[in-house]
């Protein structure tokens, strides 16, 4: 062999796909790329960088706004429901909308403005819904108020928030990063049995217990848990002894719930979800209406207590027997729209 001949090192395979979320996702800039767009949808997925928002049909004819009435949507995200809500005012009396993340609140008010939905009809906050009671101070007492709970498309998408186990990012989970502490922190202050406790109680994971302790020997033998992805391997390696036909899938649902777990942990979702709904009486008007949208049991088991409380109290008229689901036709058309329960309660 001529060892003259310098070993040429091979071109590293680049993959067929642009590399960042930027440039990989096409429909990230709606106006430009529709064609794309209403291709994804019809796929029953939803676009990288937008959020379709669900049961609107059925959210209106609850709320049943009238032009210049003053209302809350305590969830403004991508701002779909708020467009529709902003068309039923028709451009008399006002909306706030309120969101706690401050990276895609901006993009939702330049749009929204963009459509002609300036600070004579719409005022978006960046604040937390369950410090309802000061926003009350300035809107006056409300007719009606939405809260469509959880995190938007954009923010599972974006890898750079961590939300996702699909895609590499910092294990961050934070809705608004400018308050506590990402997950890869909040991971290193608690035990083993806190870890068990937190994905019972907020994800009802099966292999709580194996998923626990295996983050906690993870972190002890001085391994770091900074990622997604460091994450997610922790659970495949967890539960790589289950029987080969239903492993992938199991794998996939703890992913799922264990990062839920860690999300609404590290957002004290329950707990700010409480002390929304207990300040939603005070905030509306007689025969003011709420409509929520929740995702998972444990939110739903929250908004129907409070709404029956309130009910059992007198101060509610009316109450929802039962959650509304959106209709089968919404469920295949969005996936996301097919864990969604919506409740409404009237005040008297
Ligand atoms: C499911 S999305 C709402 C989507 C919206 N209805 C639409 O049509 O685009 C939920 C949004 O609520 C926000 N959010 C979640 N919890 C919140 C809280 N406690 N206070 C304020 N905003 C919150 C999230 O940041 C996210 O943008």
């Known amino acids: 062999m001529d060892d003259q001949v310098k070993h040429q090192r091979r071109k590293r395979y680049s993959g067929t796909y642009p590399k960042t979320y930027e440039t990989r996702y096409k429909e990230l800039n709606p106006d430009q790329h529709q064609e794309t767009i209403q291709k994804v949808i019809q796929k029953g997925n939803t676009p990288a960088g937008m959020h379709r928002p669900i049961c609107v049909h059925e959210i209106l004819s609850i709320l049943d706004i009238k032009p210049g009435q003053i209302g809350l949507d305590a969830t403004l995200g991508y701002g779909g429901h708020t467009q529709a809500i902003l068309e039923k005012l028709n451009f008399q009396g006002h909306l706030y909308a309120l969101d706690q993340d401050p990276i895609e609140l901006p993009k939702t008010k330049q749009r929204l403005e963009a459509l002609g939905y300036g600070s004579e009809i719409l005022t978006t ?6 410090d309802l ?4 101070i300035e809107s006056g007492p409300l007719d009606f108020i939405l809260a469509d709970l959880g995190v938007s498309s954009m923010q599972i998408d974006n890898p750079n928030r961590g939300f996702s186990y699909k895609t ?3 294990l961050d989970l ?17 035990t083993a049995d806190e870890l068990e406790g937190m994905l019972i109680e907020n994800a009802d994971e099966p292999y709580a217990k194996q998923i626990a302790k295996s983050i906690r020997v993870h972190l002890e033998s001085g391994h770091p848990i900074e990622t997604t992805t460091d994450l997610s391997k922790i ?40 002390e929304f709904l207990e300040k939603v009486p005070h905030a509306l008007k007689p025969d003011g209406k709420v409509a929520v949208l929740s995702f998972h049991s ?14 059992r109290q007198g101060i509610y008229q009316e109450i929802a027997d039962e959650f509304i689901r959106p209709t089968m036709e919404e469920q295949t058309s969005n ?14």
């Open 125 to 130: 906050l960046n604040f937390n819904f369950k």
């Open 133 to 136: 009671d000061s926003v009350i």
């Open 168 to 170: 590499e990012g910092p």
């Open 174 to 190: 934070r809705m608004n990063p400018n308050v506590g502490i990402p997950a890869h922190l909040r991971l290193l202050q608690l």
């Open 235 to 274: 659970i495949n390696n967890t539960l790589k002894h289950l029987p080969v036909s239903t492993r992938g899938e199991e794998i996939k649902k703890s992913s799922q719930r264990t990062f839920q777990a860690l999300r609404i942990d590290i957002n004290q979702e329950f707990d700010v979800l409480y």
């Open 298 to 311: 444990g939110e739903d088991r929250l908004v129907k207590k409070s709404f029956q409380y309130y009910f």
């Open 335 to 348: 996936s996301r729209a097919r864990s969604a329960k919506l409740r409404y309660a009237i005040k008297k």
